[in-house]
């Protein structure tokens, strides 16, 4: 069976898991380098996945109702999360902004299908189209979008598989709120020596580390996908 038909079938079965929660499934899905780098020091785009990787990520958000990425993403990648390289739907595009630093010709302004759903903290501010909504909601201790409240609010709205594609603060962020239910890693063949995907998770020993069980793996083409679902052992005081 091919990895895209495996991973496929392992997230049908994860559809309606939080459903007393009432928050989304959350699948953390991004590329790194070999020494887990997802982009260099200075931050520059860097394209890891080969092309059959790209492939299974576009696959990914078809497979997902939303797609979130924080606003460090956009201002350096000016990303359009859509499907172009599978055949699907979009999934919704929702960005975590609490200071409302998106530009306003950013292409995820642009979504002709969906409009961008941005969640901050500003009650107002902003010079956006018709095509992006702006929500607020309460801040957190750090003074960002609470995530807890964020995927309350996103349920609400009816989505019940969310991606979060990055990058390091907000994939390090929902792993410290242990709100990451699996991930789907892709391993390049290169080393970056850059900015790590994962940053700080305040753990201090070894049974505080979250696990990827089960896990699996499988290679396509020179790249190594990796996925698994997300356990996590004791809350780690933040
Ligand atoms: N290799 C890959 O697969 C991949 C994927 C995605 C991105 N990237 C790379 O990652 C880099 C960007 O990563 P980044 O870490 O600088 O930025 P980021 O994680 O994309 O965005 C972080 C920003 O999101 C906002 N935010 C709002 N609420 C938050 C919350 N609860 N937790 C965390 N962040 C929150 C914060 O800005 P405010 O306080 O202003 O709201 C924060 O500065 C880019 O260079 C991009 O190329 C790589």
Redesign the pocket.
């Known amino acids: 069976m091919t990895v895209n038909r495996k991973i496929e079938q392992w997230l049908a079965s994860h559809k309606s898991t939080q459903a007393s929660a009432k928050r989304p499934f959350v699948t953390l ?4 380098s070999w020494d887990g ?4 020091r200075t ?4 394209a ?2 080969g092309t059959e990787a790209t492939r299974l ?1 576009h696959q990914l958000r078809s497979l997902h109702d939303g797609i979130l ?9 000016d ?1 359009q999360l859509t499907v172009r390289d599978w055949a699907g739907s979009n999934p919704q595009p929702i ?7 998106m530009p306003s010709t950013a292409r995820l302004c642009q979504h002709s299908e969906k409009g961008c759903w941005v ?3 500003l009650n107002e501010g902003g010079e956006f189209g018709s095509q992006v909504e702006i929500i607020t909601l309460a801040g ?1 201790v ?6 807890p409240d ?1 995927l309350s609010l996103l349920w609400k709205k009816g989505i019940r598989m969310l991606m979060v ?10 792993l410290k ?1 242990q709100l990451a239910d699996a991930l789907v890693l ?1 391993i390049a063949p290169t080393l970056v020596g850059g ?1 790590k ?1 994962v ?1 700080n998770l305040g753990i201090s020993c070894k049974t505080q580390l979250p696990q990827i069980r089960p896990l699996y793996s499988q290679m396509l083409g020179d790249d190594l996908i990796m996925w698994g679902d997300l356990q996590y052992q004791q809350q780690v005081e933040s």
């Open positions: 899905s991004y590329a790194q780098s997802i982009t260099t931050g520059e785009t860097l890891l996945s990520t990425v924080g606003v460090g993403t956009v201002l350096s990648d990303p960005v975590l902004d609490s200071r409302l630093r969640l901050t903290n957190d750090d003074g960002r979008v609470n995530l964020a594609e990055g990058g390091s603060q907000v994939i390090t962020a929902f709120a892709t900015y995907g940053g």
